[in-house]
C-alpha cells in the first residue's frame, strides 16, 4: 500500500503544471514554399501542452505522414512526458499525400546520385534538412535535439536519412520499413556505412506480421548492424506478432520514442542525489544540452528519504536543493525541518540564519514561517 | 508482393478523406456549472478529424482524468479510426483534477447509499449521467453508444458505473483500477450484480507490473466474471508485464479501445458481399445504429475480387453497389466493366441501358463515358 500512495503522490507530483488550463498539445499549420522542391508543402506542427505559456525551449521529432501519423505521435509524446517518460517535444509533421508519396519517401535509384541532380528520397531528405528544418528552428523555440520517425515508405526515408545524412538526427524510428525497395539497395548502402562505421545515434526499428518480401530484408538489416557493431550508434529491433503492416504505427511509434530516450525516466523507488545526478547527466547527454534537477523533484525524493529515515541521503538531497536554490524559501525551510527531523538542533539554527541572509527581500511573513519551526 | 500492394491500395482508399486539409483531431474547452456538484467543472472535448466539415454523427467515449488521458486517447482513436480499425468518436475528457480527484471517482462507503444522499463516485456518476451526458448530446452530433475509460481510480470509477449503471455505457476501459479501495468493496457489488445477471456491454479490464495491494483484487475480480458468466456482459483482461502502474495507460487505452470494437475492423483479404455485410452488421450493432457498405468500400472489394477472376463473388458485389447507389455513376461503370471482363456483353449492354435510365440528370459526358465502355 505504502508504494502504490507513493506512486500516487508522485503523479501529483510530477503532474502539477498539468493540471493547468494548457494542458492539451495544440496543432498548427506551416506552409513552405520549397524551392527544393519546387512546390508548395504543408506541415502540421504540434506544440506540446502549456507551449504558449512557457519560455522553454524542446526538443523536435520529425514525423513523415505527418496528418495520418502526427496525431496519435504527439499524443504518446503528450503521455510519456505527463509520467515522465520522455521530454515533451514538438512534432512536425510532414505531409506526404499519395500524390508524391512514393516520390518523397522512396530510395533514389542507383544512377541518380549526383548530389547535384538529387531525387526522390534524396531530394526529399535535402528540402527536411534545408527548408523545414530551419523554418522550425526559426519559428518555435527549439533544442537541437532532432528525431525522425518514419512508418512503411516513411520508414525507409528515415533509414535512407540515417545512412545519408549521418548525425542530422539523434533519433531514428523505423516502424515496418519498405526495406525490399530497388532490390534492397538500403541493405548495400547501410552495410556500407556501418563498414564505415559512419552511422550514430539510437536507431528503433519494428515489424508486425507480414509478408516474407516485408520480413526477410527486415531480418536482415537487423543482422547486419549486429554483424558490424558501431559504437556511436545503437539499435534496438522489435516484432509486433498481433499487428499488420496497416496496423502497426501506434505501438512502434509508443515503443520507438521510448527507446529514443532510454534511460530517461526515474525509477519508481527512491533516489538518491547520487542516483538522480546520474538520470539528469543522461538527460542532458541525450538532449544535448544541460539540465539540472528541478526543485522540487530534488524536495519531493529529499523529504520521501526522510520519511524513510535515510538521514544521510536525505539530508545530501536537501542540502543540494538548498545551494541550487539558494532564492527559494521552501528549499531552506524543508532543510531545517530535516535537521529539526533528526534530531540535529545546531545544523538547523545554522541553516535558520544561512535562510535569512541567502533570501532576497525576504518578508516579515517569511520571517515568521521560518522561525516558526522552532516553536 | 501482391499483397503489400493491396495493402498500400486499401491504406490510400480508406484514408482518402483524411489526406484533406482538417485531417486532425481539434479540442474544445466546455465548462458546466453543476448543479448536482454545486461546483464548476471542466471537461475537453476532442472532435475527430472532419467534424466540422461533416453532418456525420459520431459515438462518445468518457475519459476520467480527461487532461492527462485525452491527449493520447484522442490520438490512439484517430489512428484506430484511419486504419479502419475502430469508428471516428467523440472524446469528452472528464477533467478530475487532484482536489477532488479522490472524491469524485472512488466508492461511496457502505453508508451511503441512499440514492438521495449520494457521494463520491455514485454522485459523480450522477454528474456524468444527468449534466454531462445531456451537455454533450445537445451541443454535438452524437450516436446513442457511449463508452468510458478510465485509469487508476479513474478505473475504479469506470468498474463502479458498470455496476450501479449497468447499460449506460456500451463499453468500460478500466486500466489499473484500484479494486482494493474500501476493503475490495466493488467486488462485493460487482459479486452481487453478476449473480443478479445485471451486467451488460464490453469491459475491458488490464493491470501492469505492480503490488499484490493492486493485483490481487484484480486476479480476484475477474475469476468473479469467470465464475459467473454473464450472456449480456463480454469481457477481456490483459496483463502488461512491463508497464508499472504509472505508465500503463496508453496501452491499456489502445488495446481497450480495441477490444469495444472487436469485429469492426475489415481483414486484409479478399471479402465477399456476405463478409462485408456481416462486419457492417456488427458494426452497426456496435454502434446501435444501421450502417452500411460504403459505395467505394464496395467498388474496392469488388474490383479486388474481378482482378482474382472470381466471377460470381465481383458480380454480386458489384450488383448490389449499384442496385444500392443507383445514382453513382462509378457503380454503373464499374459494374458494365465487370462484365466486359468476364465476357457478358449481353449483361453489359442491359447494365448500359439500365443506367441511361436509372441516373437522374446524365449529362452529354457522362452518357459518353459509358458508351465508351464498348468501343
Known amino acids: 500500500m505504502k508504494r502504490i500512495l507513493y506512486g500516487l503522490l508522485f503523479i501529483v507530483c510530477s503532474q502539477c503544471n498539468t493540471w493547468a488550463v494548457e494542458a492539451v498539445f495544440t496543432t498548427e499549420d ?4 520549397s524551392k527544393k ?60 499525400p499519395r500524390e508524391t508519396r512514393e516520390r518523397d519517401l522512396t530510395l533514389t535509384s542507383a544512377d541518380k546520385q549526383d548530389p547535384e541532380q538529387l531525387a526522390n528520397a534524396d531530394l526529399f531528405l535535402a528540402f527536411v534538412e534545408q527548408e523545414v528544418i530551419p523554418e522550425v528552428k526559426a519559428r518555435y523555440r527549439t533544442l537541437d535535439y532532432q528525431g525522425l520517425a518514419g512508418t512503411s515508405h516513411g520508414g525507409q526515408f528515415a533509414i535512407n536519412a540515417l545512412v545519408k545524412r549521418p548525425g542530422l538526427f539523434n533519433g531514428v524510428v523505423a516502424v515496418s520499413p519498405s526495406l525490399y525497395w530497388n532490390k534492397s539497395q538500403l541493405l548495400t548502402l547501410t552495410e556500407t556505412a556501418l563498414k564505415q562505421g559512419s552511422l550514430q545515434g539510437r536507431l528503433y526499428i519494428s515489424i508486425a506480421q507480414e509478408e516474407p518480401t516485408m520480413t526477410e530484408p527486415f531480418a536482415n538489416f537487423v543482422a547486419l548492424t549486429k554483424y558490424y557493431p558501431n559504437q556511436q550508434l545503437a539499435v534496438i529491433s522489435q516484432t509486433f506478432s498481433n499487428e499488420t503492416h496497416n496496423t502497426t504505427a501506434l505501438l512502434g511509434q509508443y515503443y520507438g520514442v521510448k527507446y529514443l530516450f532510454d ?36 524536495a519531493g525524493y529529499g523529504q520521501w528519504l526522510q520519511y524513510l529515515n535515510r538521514q544521510d541521503d536525505a539530508l545530501t538531497m536537501l542540502q543540494w536543493n538548498r545551494e541550487t536554490y539558494p532564492q527559494s524559501l521552501n528549499a531552506h525551510l524543508l532543510l531545517i525541518k530535516a535537521y529539526l527531523h533528526f534530531d540535529m538542533e545546531d545544523k538547523a539554527h545554522q541553516a535558520l540564519s544561512e535562510a535569512m541572509k541567502s533570501i532576497k527581500g525576504l518578508s516579515t511573513e517569511q520571517k515568521a514561517q521560518l522561525e516558526s519551526l522552532f516553536l
Open 30 to 33: 506551416l506552409v513552405i514554399n
Open 263 to 298: 534511460g530517461w525516466a526515474i525509477p519508481e523507488t527512491p533516489q538518491t542525489l547520487a542516483d538522480l545526478q546520474a538520470i539528469f547527466a543522461t538527460r542532458s547527454s541525450l538532449l544535448k544540452t544541460a539540465l539540472i534537477i528541478p526543485e522540487d523533484r530534488a
Open 37 to 96: 522542391l519546387d512546390e508548395t508543402r504543408n506541415l502540421v506542427v504540434y506544440l506540446p501542452a502549456g507551449y504558449s505559456k512557457s519560455d522553454a525551449h524542446y526538443p523536435v521529432l520529425y514525423v513523415t505522414d505527418g496528418d495520418i501519423q502526427g496525431p496519435h505521435t504527439a499524443g504518446t509524446l503528450d503521455y510519456l512526458a505527463k509520467f515522465d517518460q520522455a521530454p515533451q517535444m514538438i512534432v512536425v509533421g510532414i505531409v506526404t
